[in-house]
T-cell receptor
């Protein structure tokens, strides 16, 4: 069964304390892995797309990496404004619809304390 | 600015009532989606549409209906058959040939 699992469920960091969020996946025919940031009561905001193992993308304090089984979102020297829920999603083949499907993880709630 | 507009931000439904959530996009995207978000669960697909006048059921379509009469609009109706409608509803769109989804700001639906 296609599945996306994110860990930890919640994470509290002190400002400047670097850490990583994990997204492990089991899908048939990966067609992209996506990271989104979601603030409370708002829609997800796109961060990165990764397509193949070994690929890396960076944006400010965030860096996303991809292996054949998981992706990491590394946060370097986080600030309080980085507090949000980070969602991981994969796009994979859907054999029932003949098109693609998106499978979302449950997210990691990050709180950065000043 | 191009984007996806969802309205209303908050919506309350009485028992036995149908309610409609609005989703409008000016990104000229072909594909549009409706997702439901519940605490502790990943986003679940309700319906999607790849072109005007065509739409398909997602994983949890029971109790919901949609229409796609215009490229810009993809309204979702939560019918009285949906017994547990309280959730955060997200509309998304995707440009043809691209992979990433763009999301609206969501509608929180609650039951009175």
């Amino acid at each position: 069964e296609d599945q996306v699992t994110q860990s930890p469920e919640a994470l509290r960091l002190q400002e400047g304390e670097s850490s990583s969020l994990n997204c492990s996946y089991t899908v048939s025919g990966l067609r992209g892995l996506f990271w989104y940031r979601q603030d409370p009561g708002k829609g997800p905001e796109f961060l990165f797309t990764l397509y193949s193992a070994g690929e890396e993308k960076e944006k400010e304090r965030l860096k996303a990496t991809l292996t054949k089984k998981e992706s990491f979102l590394h946060i370097t020297a986080p600030k309080p404004e980085d507090s949000a829920t980070y969602l991981c999603a994969v796009r994979a083949n859907s054999f029932t619809s003949g098109t693609y499907k998106y499978i979302f993880g449950t997210g990691t709630r990050l709180k950065v304390l000043a | 600015d191009g984007g996806i507009t969802q309205s209303p931000k908050y919506l309350f439904r009485k028992e036995g009532q149908n309610v409609t959530l609005s989703c409008e996009q000016n990104l000229n995207h072909d594909a549009m989606y409706w997702y439901r978000q519940d605490p502790g669960q990943g986003l679940r697909l309700i319906y999607y549409s790849q072109i005007v006048n065509d739409f398909q059921k997602g994983d949890i379509a029971e109790g919901y209906s949609v229409s796609r009469e215009k490229k810009e609009s993809f309204p979702l109706t939560v019918t009285s058959a949906q017994k547990n409608p309280t959730a955060f509803y997200l509309c998304a769109s995707r440009e043809g040939g691209a992979e990433k989804l763009f999301f609206g700001s969501g509608t929180q639906l609650s039951v009175l």
